[in-house]
């Protein structure tokens, strides 16, 4: 009789142990679950700022060769009226 109840004992004992290893393992992996969240928002983040990045930078190389034809044309401009200068401004002298 002693060993039924001892045995009886035990089982319980075991039984709750079980039950508090299964809280913890649930704890465990509800915070698995929020930390796998908080990467993957993480991840979405650094996406965005990597595309705005590619994205500045494909404005800024656009803006780079917009400025580079404009001084070319500038030059061309300055050249012509030189010319212009140069060859018809010595004939009125």
Known sequence: MTLDL?????DDETK?????????QKEHL??????NEAYDKQAQSYERSLAL???SIR???????????????ALVAIAAVL???????LHSH
């Open 6 to 10: 001892s045995g009886h004992m035990a």
């Open 16 to 24: 709750q142990l079980l039950r508090e290893l299964l809280a913890v």
């Open 30 to 35: 509800e915070l698995v679950r929020q930390m």
């Open 53 to 55: 990045y590619e994205e």
């Open 59 to 73: 404005t800024t190389t656009t803006a780079n060769k917009v400025a580079t034809v404009l001084r070319s044309i």
């Open 83 to 89: 010319a212009y200068l140069v060859l018809f401004g």
